[in-house]
């Protein structure tokens, strides 16, 4: 097996997150290869833009069915960044598109309470579980967002996040994880949770 393999998805933010990892000393390398993906030791789906166009990338480029094969068969650890946590998920209402299904959860408008939209900037965390990527976070921690959609909190959520109701900053089943902030974007923080993900033996 190969070493980290960061999924093409298409979108814009696969170099910053490939660099993340390069920074912290990791074999990475991005593909689309269904092949290359399967032999990876660990996987992470980033994301940017819709989840629409987001899954149908991954159909055109056979890539549903591997990434879903991870939580049936290989059992590599897997985590999604920003759009691609929301993926990891049963179904999304940006654009009403059913989405991969590795952890239970639905993607909706976020409830902002009357704050500006997207939900853009630094913000911190709460109801931090004990899960091994959360190891270090604590309340103070500032994590860097941009989202409009956000998963609701339900049993699988691993951190919230409050920006007018709370949504969902972390989640995880099994060998699959998810941050909705954008860890590559987030400084020492951030790179906290890259860090805790490699080193991360479900």
Same mark, same amino acid.
């Given at each position: 097996? +190969?070493?980290?393999?960061?999924?093409?998805?298409?979108? #814009?933010?696969?170099? +910053?997150?490939?660099?993340?990892?390069?920074?912290?000393g990791?074999?990475?390398?991005?593909?689309?290869?269904?092949? #290359?993906?399967?032999? #990876?030791? &660990?996987?992470?789906l980033?994301?940017?833009?819709s989840?629409?166009?987001?899954?149908?990338?991954?159909?055109?480029?056979?890539?549903?069915?591997?990434?879903?094969?991870?939580?049936? @068969?290989?059992?590599?650890?897997?985590?999604?960044?920003?759009l691609?946590?929301?993926?990891?998920?049963?179904?999304?209402?940006?654009?009403?598109?059913?989405?991969?299904?590795?952890?239970?959860?639905?993607?909706?408008?976020?409830?902002?309470?009357?704050?500006?939209?997207?939900?853009?900037?630094?913000?911190?965390?709460?109801?931090?579980?004990?899960?091994?990527?959360?190891?270090?976070?604590?309340?103070?921690?500032?994590?860097?967002?941009?989202?409009?959609?956000?998963?609701?909190? @339900? &049993?699988? +959520?691993?951190?919230?996040?409050?920006?007018?109701?709370?949504? +969902? =900053?972390?989640?995880?089943?099994?060998?699959? #994880?998810? =941050?909705?902030?954008?860890?590559?974007?987030s400084?020492?923080?951030?790179?906290?949770?890259?860090?805790?993900?490699?080193?991360?033996?479900?």
């Amino acid at each position: 097996m +190969s070493g980290l393999v960061i999924v093409d998805t298409g979108c #814009a933010n696969i170099s +910053s997150v490939y660099f993340a990892f390069k920074r912290l000393g990791a074999d990475a390398t991005i593909s689309k290869d269904p092949r #290359a993906i399967k032999a #990876a030791n &660990r996987i992470v789906l980033p994301g940017v833009g819709s989840a629409r166009q987001a899954m149908q990338n991954l159909q055109q480029r056979e890539l549903i069915e591997c990434l879903q094969a991870v939580q049936k @068969n290989v059992q590599q650890p897997l985590l999604g960044i920003c759009l691609g946590m929301q993926l990891l998920t049963a179904h999304s209402m940006e654009g009403d598109v059913p989405c991969l299904n590795l952890i239970p959860g639905e993607v909706l408008p976020l409830q902002a309470n009357g704050l500006r939209l997207p939900h853009m900037g630094w913000n911190t965390l709460h109801s931090i579980s004990d899960h091994p990527l959360m190891a270090g976070f604590d309340p103070q921690d500032y994590l860097y967002f941009v989202h409009s959609f956000g998963v609701a909190p @339900n &049993r699988y +959520s691993l951190a919230l996040c409050d920006y007018g109701n709370d949504f +969902s =900053a972390v989640i995880g089943k099994g060998n699959v #994880a998810g =941050a909705q902030f954008h860890p590559e974007r987030s400084g020492k923080t951030g790179a906290r949770l890259l860090q805790n993900f490699l080193e991360w033996q479900p």
